[in-house]
Every structure is written in C-alpha cells, then in structure tokens.
C-alpha cells in the first residue's frame, strides 16, 4: 500500500508566506500599527516611552497570571517590537501580523476582559482594535508597497 503524501515544497511556502495583494490599504495599517507596537514592544523589552522594562513588566505579568513574568514580558516585548518592525519595513508581515494577533489576544483575555469593554476603564477595546488590525495584515499581507510584495514577484 503507497500513501500520496501532499509535500508541498519549501518554495511554495516561502511565496504563500510572501504573497500579497496589489492594494495599497495595507500600507496605513502598517504604518500606523508597525509604529505603535514598536512603542509598545519598547516599553516592555528597554522601559523606553515610560514602560516598566522586563523587570516590572514581568512583575505585572506575574501579578495576572502570565508565568514565569519575566519570560512572558520578553515574549510579548519582542512579539511587538520586532512585529512592529516587520509591519513597518513590510518584511514577513503575515507571520508577524499572526504573531500579533495572538499576543493581542492574549492581552485582551488574560488582562482586559474582566475590565469590560472601555478602555478608561482598563477594558479590551485598543487591544481589540490591534487584534483586528493584525488579522487584516495576516489576511492581505503587506501590499503594494512592501518588501514581501517586491520579494514575491520575484520568486514568480
């Protein structure tokens, strides 16, 4: 008995990893989202921006739950700064958007569910907005204007 194996090659992965659409929507989202998860990677790896650094980031995780904090903040820290960086050069977005969109669920159901909905009062709602924000990213890819988009035409 043979089995038929479905073995898709390396190739393959890397252009559906690359691939893109021709729009320039993208472009905002990564712009505006690249800039804030940066900011906020920022915050959590080096305390920049006002941020508590690994130290206090990783006592708050530990504070909600997120064990070992220390580990989590700098899972999370890098998740969105060098997400970010990827969202903003246009470089690998789908698997940053992807790695995004978990950590901003995360957030959302480990921190601010309980809060509510509202952000004044610590609730989901900007995580939430980021969630969306990293899904359409995962769903469209960098666009136009993007180093994947320039790396996946070539491939062709």
Not at 61 to 89: N, T
Not at 91 to 97: F, G, K, Q, S
Not at 109 to 130: N, R
């Amino acid at each position: 008995m043979t089995t038929n194996l479905n073995i898709t090659s390396p190739v393959s992965i890397v252009q559906r990893v690359l691939s893109t659409d021709d729009s320039l929507a993208p472009l905002a989202l990564r712009l505006a989202g690249g800039a804030i998860f940066v900011a906020h990677g920022a915050q959590k790896l080096f305390g920049a921006f006002g941020g508590y650094g690994l130290e206090g980031t990783g006592q708050f995780f530990d504070s909600v739950g997120l064990s070992p904090g220390y580990l989590m903040a700098l899972l999370a820290g890098a998740a969105e700064f060098f997400g970010g960086l990827a969202l903003i050069i246009g470089l690998l977005v789908r698997p940053a958007a992807a790695a995004l969109a978990f950590a901003m669920l995360i957030a959302i159901f480990a921190v601010h569910f309980s809060k509510g909905f509202f952000l004044d009062k610590g609730g989901y709602e900007y995580a939430l907005a980021l969630f969306a924000l990293s899904v359409s990213l995962l769903a469209s890819g960098g666009g136009r204007v993007s180093v994947d988009r320039v790396l996946s035409t070539k491939s062709e």
